[in-house]
């Protein structure tokens, strides 16, 4: 959290960004986010992975790293 000067508190989401073309829907980022912020969705017949609560991400990367076909990235 950082203050804007005035005394005003904002948040700054970390969060990754999911690419849904290269996501296989393995499940493996559900699995490995110890703050539950994925859930598994059937797009157009398609499993994917999606980012639900990005509020309760703490940016500890282990989607990221869990992810076998690099769908989940961090901004540069």
Known sequence: METDGVGT???LLVVPTLNVI???????CVAACPNKIFT????RFHKNAMITHPELCNACGRCVKTCPVAALLWDP
């Open 9 to 11: 508190v904002v948040s």
């Open 22 to 28: 290269l996501c296989s829907g393995c499940g493996q």
């Open 40 to 43: 598994l969705e059937t797009i």
